[in-house]
């Protein structure tokens, strides 16, 4: 199993969900997160004034997959989120050594 975290643009999430559900991924946890990478934000005038907003908002996507999902949603993710700008995001792959349903005490892929 491995579990995908991915940071994107807010305005590509739907076509990023869509692009998953057509693959069969069943659960993802979303998180509205504020962060910069090499954009280092940008500038903004409100009501006459400069101001710099130095940590842009993006969606987090978690998700833990079985290994012969991943290679699957990974490109699905990059060519749904990709706009070619900088500020696209990132997609971080780790292992994951078990997972365990509370429910019912499933393990492994079956608690996926």
Same mark, same amino acid.
């Given at each position: 199993?491995?579990?995908?975290?991915?940071?994107?643009?807010?305005? =590509?999430?739907?076509?990023?969900?869509?692009?998953?559900?057509?693959?069969?991924v069943?659960?993802?946890?979303?998180?509205?997160?504020?962060?910069?990478?090499?954009?280092?934000g940008?500038?903004?005038?409100? =009501?006459? =004034?400069?101001?710099?907003v130095?940590?842009?908002?993006?969606?987090?996507?978690?998700?833990?997959l079985?290994?012969?999902?991943?290679?699957?949603? $990974?490109?699905?993710? $990059?060519?749904?989120?990709?706009?070619?700008?900088?500020?696209d995001?990132?997609?971080?792959?780790?292992r994951?050594?078990?997972?365990?349903?509370? =429910?019912?005490?499933?393990?492994?892929?079956?608690a996926?």
């Amino acid at each position: 199993m491995t579990k995908l975290e991915a940071i994107i643009q807010p305005s =590509r999430f739907e076509a990023v969900k869509e692009a998953l559900a057509e693959l069969g991924v069943d659960g993802m946890t979303i998180s509205d997160v504020r962060g910069h990478g090499r954009q280092k934000g940008h500038t903004e005038v409100y =009501r006459g =004034r400069e101001y710099t907003v130095d940590l842009v908002p993006k969606i987090k996507i978690e998700m833990v997959l079985s290994d012969n999902l991943v290679d699957a949603a $990974v490109d699905a993710i $990059v060519q749904t989120a990709a706009t070619g700008k900088i500020g696209d995001g990132k997609i971080f792959l780790s292992r994951v050594e078990e997972a365990i349903r509370i =429910r019912n005490q499933d393990r492994g892929v079956a608690a996926l």
